[in-house]
Structures are given as structure tokens and as C-alpha cells.
Nanobody, 124 residues
Framework: QVQLVESGGGLVQAGGSLRLSCAAS????????LGWFRRAPGKEREFVAA????????NYVDSVKGRFTISRDNAKNTVYLQMNSQRPDDTAVYYC?????????????????WGQGTQVTVST
């Protein structure tokens, strides 16, 4: 397994941008699909985006398509989530996760490692 630590959360106004980072420990980072999930207050955890080993295949929930971009740098053992045109309903704790699959799966149970989360708050 890999250990994951998220950073980059904070408070942003609607329409603004944030970039989340997730740093991983472990020499096998490049063999994991990396995903971002979020949990808003009073709601279930939700898939946001995922990227496969090589970064050639990505997947997004419909609500963030065209606004969020997931990317990874295997040399730095880091995955990113660039969030643009943010909306108040993007407010949530965002979690990074790793799965031993080469497909950007949306299924949370496929992910074996999880970070502690970082809070993102979008104000009106």
C-alpha cells in the first residue's frame, strides 16, 4: 500500500480556483490508479475524478467535467486536482485514494489506500 497526504484545500470564492495535491510514499506509485473523492456535509462520499497509471486515461463525475482536471507526476509521486470555476456545491472534504488497477475506476471499494482529507470551502 501507499500512504497518501493531501494538501491545498482552503476557502475560495465562487468562480475561483484551487489546486489540490496528494503526495504518496512508496516506490510503486506509478502502478496505482489515483482518484479523488469528496464528502459534503450531510451527504454520502462521492467520486470526483480518477487517473490511470500512465495518466493516459481519466474519468470525472459529470458535475465537474470541464471545470476540474486531474493529473499526476510519477517522478514526484504526486497527483493533482485543479479545480476551476468553483461553486458552493463543491464544498466538501476531498480525499485522495489509490487503487491497484490500471483503469480510472469510480468505485470507492476498489481503492485500498486513502488520505486523511483536505477541506475545500467555496463561498458565495
Amino acid at each position: 500500500q501507499v500512504q497518501l497526504v493531501e494538501s491545498g484545500g482552503g476557502l475560495v470564492q465562487a468562480g475561483g480556483s484551487l489546486r489540490l495535491s496528494c503526495a504518496a510514499s512508496g516506490r510503486t506509485f506509478s502502478t496505482y490508479t489515483l482518484g479523488w473523492f469528496r464528502r459534503a456535509p450531510g451527504k454520502e462520499r462521492e467520486f470526483v475524478a480518477a487517473i490511470n497509471w500512465s495518466g493516459t486515461n481519466t474519468n470525472y463525475v459529470d458535475s465537474v467535467k470541464g471545470r476540474f482536471t486531474i493529473s499526476r507526476d510519477n517522478a514526484k509521486n504526486t497527483v493533482y486536482l485543479q479545480m476551476n470555476s468553483q461553486r458552493p456545491d463543491d464544498t466538501a472534504v476531498y480525499y485522495c485514494a489509490a487503487a491497484l488497477y490500471n483503469i480510472p475506476t469510480t468505485v470507492a471499494s476498489a481503492y485500498s489506500s486513502w488520505g486523511q482529507g483536505t477541506q475545500v470551502t467555496v463561498s458565495t
